[in-house]
Nanobody, 127 residues
Framework: QVQLVESGGGLVQPGGSLRLSCAAS????????IGWFRQAPGKEREGVLC????????AYGDSVKGRFTSSRDNTRSTVYLQMNSLKPEDTAVYYC???????????WGSGFGMDYWGKGTLVTVSS
């Protein structure tokens, strides 16, 4: 059983940056890709990005390309989401999830194949 805990959310001004962390316990992450997702009030869940198990390949959601990126420290079982040039429309609860594969599939953004999910951390972008 894998437990995931997201942290680092908060209030940030438009144009600012924030780094989220996803810490795992109960298992290591080095054989799994990790997906980041978000859900804004009244909207469907959206795939933000997916990072493969070794951290050398990232698949991005269209709305965050060029602004967000991810890294991971498998020795610490922690994955990071670096968010830059934040916009009000980035306001959402952000979740991390473990994939059942080591790589990011073409359908990662749907959430299919993600088996463990954190409870999320709220990011609010507002002046």
């Amino acid at each position: 059983q894998v437990q995931l805990v997201e942290s680092g959310g908060g209030l940030v001004q438009p144009g600012g940056s924030l780094r989220l962390s996803c810490a795992a316990s109960g298992s290591t992450l080095d054989d799994r890709a990790i997906g980041w997702f978000r859900q804004a009030p009244g909207k469907e869940r959206e795939g933000v990005l997916c990072i493969n198990n070794s951290g050398d390949s990232i698949a991005y959601g269209d709305s965050v390309k060029g602004r967000f990126t991810s890294s991971r420290d498998n020795t610490r079982s922690t994955v990071y989401l670096q968010m830059n040039s934040l916009k009000p429309e980035d306001t959402a609860v952000y979740y991390c999830a473990t994939a059942t594969w080591s790589y990011c599939t073409s359908w990662w953004g749907s959430g299919f194949g993600m088996d463990y999910w954190g409870k999320g951390t709220l990011v609010t972008v507002s002046s």
